[in-house]
């Protein structure tokens, strides 16, 4: 996806659609709420990571759900492809069972509550369901997604399913996604040689060697440090100098908004407040050992 595409893409009740195959299979979907049908059915809820983007970042982004429902041991035979409407049963992955699948649209910039009737699907067979998000502008270009397993009807209750939905990292900012080693862990020797940080995604070389970019501080004093970006450009590499305690090592990672993804777009560690936000962890390390 092109620097323009990932811009554009980037963030910032009444039933809409009702449709049946051959089979009674029912979706309902209502954006605000999900009216009670009084049917076995399944209410599905994409719910964004709030660290990693918001609702109203996901829901702006997207313009098309694509919905697939799986199960295991297949959910209708070879020759079973129908369309009606929004819905289709054909074959999207790798075996030679057919699946439902259902563009759902995000109209209002809102993220639907999508009700799954069981009509003729299997009673107890468990299913797989896998949601994608379609860029706005229609590109077709697939930038959030999110799946759940072992997902089961229960008679006559309709059942809340939630199901993580977030952007991809090709789309969000990039963000620090590990550092190591992790807190409360052991520094043998009192003694911390290197620091590891690994990126969202890969990260400009220049935007993290700049001075104050990546800085480590102890005892309320930042110290000398070295920084080596690898190639693929997802891990830095800190060397610093003196990083030592007594009993016990205690650090500050900072890694500042400064430091930017390859297409200049600044590091985000928090989406859902405003602004970019910087990455900063505290670390305790025991000291047992040599």
Known sequence: MSAAARRAARPGSGV???ARLLVPLWIVIAPGCAEDP?????????????????VEQVASAI????????????LYPPGSERVVGNLQIKNVDTDDEGE????????????????????????RAPLTIRVTGLARGGSATAIA???????????????PVAIPFDLGPEVRPPRVQQVLPPDETNASGCVLDEVTIIFSEAVDEASVLADG????????????????????????????TGLSGVG???????????????DGIPLDQTSAQDGNQPYEGDFQLTCAGP
């Not at 313009?63 to 297949?74: A, K």
């Not at 997604?145 to 059942?159: M, Y």
């Not at 005892?219 to 060397?239: M, Q, W």
């Not at 016990?248 to 390859?262: A, E, F, G, I």
């Open 145 to 159: 997604s999110g799946s759940v397993e072992g997902i089961l009807f229960e008679e006559g209750e309709a059942v």
């Open 213 to 240: 970019a990546i800085v480590i501080v102890r005892d309320g004093e930042p110290i000398r440090t070295d920084v080596r970006l690898a190639g693929s450009g997802y891990i830095a590499t800190v060397v610093p």
């Open 38 to 54: 009084g049917d076995t059915a399944l209410d599905l809820e994409l719910t964004p990571d709030p660290n990693l983007n918001t």
């Open 63 to 74: 313009e098309t759900i694509v919905l697939v429902l799986d199960s295991p041991d297949g």
């Open 16 to 18: 809409l659609g009702k």
């Open 100 to 123: 439902v699948v259902v563009l759902v649209p995000v109209p209002d910039r809102r993220l639907p509550w999508i009700r799954i009737r069981r009509g003729g699907l299997p009673p």
């Open 248 to 262: 016990m090592l205690r650090y500050r990672v900072t890694v500042s908004t400064s430091v930017v993804d390859l």
